[in-house]
């Protein structure tokens, strides 16, 4: 039988929702959003002391979820031995792509060619590669980083649902991120081609990125953007977006590039920075 939980989120608006929610954390009158900012750093547990600013000297609601922090915060693992993790989060499920399919929870699948918005040619390169799905919940720290070094080629905004993207959810709608709105940004590096995908969720009101700024979300059209001829070139660790309330990211990398670390499992925690696989086919001086 659906739990209530999950009935609702497929009878309710989503991009309204959305839209409403983002139009109030958007508010920069002052008691408004210093109200919204205390109680949701009490209902969430939400570590202050990593912050560059306090509660007053953020601009409105949206401006301290999507904070920074202080320098030092995020020491990198070795990048020249290791990927990185995207995003301060938990593990939702790691593992490799199997005949274009990548595991959501308990039997749940979506495709590699889904995600990347119905790109066969890009979901080919990641055949037999390695996926990483990282969730990240509403007290976590909601920049996202390079997992390793390169350059942006292309990003393909999708336009889809916005169901929440926590456990409860991905174990309960099938094909949940890839039925999401997400951008997918794709990167050519020392590593081949590796995607960065942006996956959206319920009350989040925009997904944003160092390039480009903020993405026209809740668009009915899907959007593909060639980089090929710009210089885009990160290192990793660089941030390269933020989301604006929620989400996932999801990693893809070429088969033979990544050994994901043994140890992690699904429900582990997991912080910007810190190794979460080793390269197996290292580039001197990358």
């Known amino acids: 039988m659906t739990s209530p939980f999950i009935w609702l989120q497929h009878v309710l608006p989503h991009h309204a929702v959305s839209r409403g929610a983002g139009a109030i954390a958007s508010s920069e009158v002052p008691w ?10 009490n209902a969430y547990d939400v570590d202050m002391s990593e912050a560059a600013r306090s509660v007053e000297q953020f601009k409105s609601f949206n401006d301290f979820f999507t904070r920074e922090l202080k320098p030092g915060m995020r020491p990198l693992a070795d990048a020249s031995t290791h990927i990185l993790s995207p995003a301060d989060g938990a593990v939702s499920q790691i593992g490799r792509i199997e005949e274009d399919r990548i595991f959501q929870a308990k039997g749940r699948h979506f495709t590699a060619t889904q995600l990347l918005g119905g790109d066969a040619e890009a979901a080919k390169r990641f055949e037999g590669g390695s996926f990483a799905t990282i969730y990240l919940s509403p007290r976590d720290y909601h920049r996202v980083h390079m997992p390793a070094a390169g350059t942006l080629k292309s990003t393909t905004y999708v336009p889809g649902d916005l169901f929440s993207v926590n456990q409860v959810t991905a174990e309960n709608v099938d094909g949940l991120f890839a039925k999401n709105e997400r951008l997918a940004c794709l990167f050519e590096g020392p590593d081949g081609s590796f995607a960065n995908v942006m996956v959206g969720a319920m009350i ?9 700024g903020l993405v026209e979300t809740h668009n009915p059209k899907l959007v593909r953007q060639d980089f090929s001829g710009s210089e885009h070139d990160f290192a990793a660790g660089d941030e390269m977006g933020r989301f604006i309330l929620g989400s996932t990211a999801v990693l893809l990398f070429e088969p033979g590039k990544v050994e994901w670390d043994e140890s992690l499992k699904p429900g582990d925690a997991v912080r910007m920075g810190q190794a979460i696989g080793k390269r197996l086919q290292l580039n001197a001086g990358a």
């Not at 408004?32 to 750093?41: P, T």
């Not at 989040?204 to 480009?212: H, P, R």
């Open 32 to 41: 408004l959003k210093n109200l919204l900012i205390r109680r949701f750093i």
């Open 204 to 212: 989040v009101a925009g997904i944003e990125t160092v390039w480009s």
